[in-house]
């Protein structure tokens, strides 16, 4: 059943394959997966801005809220931030001089099937 799924999509142009194996979207698919009203079927954080002296450093995906005080780590730095934007989605940061002070680290949840091969 799942052969035929596979065949129909490749059919249709909405998956294709590369040379390795692997299934990728299709000309078809990509024109789908990039319109606004797509959803992917994983959560993902908000992403917000990062500025530090008025320069974006870059931006990076937020699973809870960011608050003044608060230490981050990015690009291999530690931050201190010093303000949020929450509706512009931006946080302006200083370089952090406390470095014996870790910032908050959030537990990510590890599969358990992973976890058993170990």
Avoid at 15 to 37: A, V
Avoid at 61 to 73: K, N, S, W
Wanted: aromatic fraction near 8%.
């Amino acid at each position: 059943m799942l052969e035929l799924l596979v065949a129909v999509l490749l059919a249709t142009d909405l998956i294709t394959q590369d040379h390795g194996g692997c299934l990728l979207p299709g000309l078809l698919g990509e024109k789908l997966i990039n319109q606004f009203d797509f959803y992917s079927a994983f959560t993902s954080g908000e992403e917000f801005r990062i500025i530090a002296e008025g320069q974006v450093l870059g931006s990076l995906p937020i699973e809870r809220p960011l608050t003044p005080q608060q230490r981050i780590i990015f690009g291999g730095r530690r931050w201190k931030v010093q303000d949020v934007d929450a509706h512009g989605k931006v946080a302006f940061v200083v370089r952090d001089q406390e470095a014996y002070r870790l910032p908050s680290m959030e537990a990510a949840e590890l599969s358990t099937v992973v976890y058993a091969r170990k």
